[in-house]
């Protein structure tokens, strides 16, 4: 089992950059892919971005290709989430979360509180 914890959101202007923390416990964290989610204001879920467990496959949504990376620690058992050139529509809740099924598109078990992420224009 693992759990998980993000920080790093915040306010940033149109065109800004913030970078998301997920901290994950357990001994395990190696045998995760693990994925970006967020929520926008009013609408369902939706995936961002995920990262095999050895990092070296990493998938993104199309709408945040080419602005966001994902990238992980396995030393530090963290994920990172690098989103350059933000717009008023990446606002969202952001959660990470933990897939143990091997693929990044299968269902993920475990999930953080998430934390927000407002561009404004």
């Known amino acids: 089992q693992v759990q998980l914890v993000e920080s790093g959101g915040g306010l940033v202007q149109a065109g800004g950059s913030l970078r998301l923390s997920c901290a994950a416990s357990?001994?395990?964290?190696?045998?995760?892919?693990m994925g970006w989610f967020r929520q926008p204001p009013g609408k369902e879920r939706e995936f961002v971005a995920a990262?095999?467990?050895?990092?070296?496959?990493?998938y993104y949504a199309d709408s945040v290709k080419g602005r966001f990376t994902i990238s992980r620690d396995n030393a530090k058992n963290t994920v990172y989430l690098q989103m350059n050139s933000l717009k008023p529509e990446d606002t969202a809740v952001y959660y990470c979360?933990?897939?143990?099924?091997?693929?990044?598109?299968?269902?993920?078990?475990?999930w953080g509180q998430g934390t927000q992420v407002t561009a404004s224009s």
């Open positions: 990262i095999t467990w050895s990092g070296g496959s990493t």
């Open positions: 979360a933990a897939n143990s099924r091997g693929a990044w598109y299968e269902e993920y078990s475990y």
């Open positions: 357990g001994r395990t964290f190696t045998s995760y892919v």
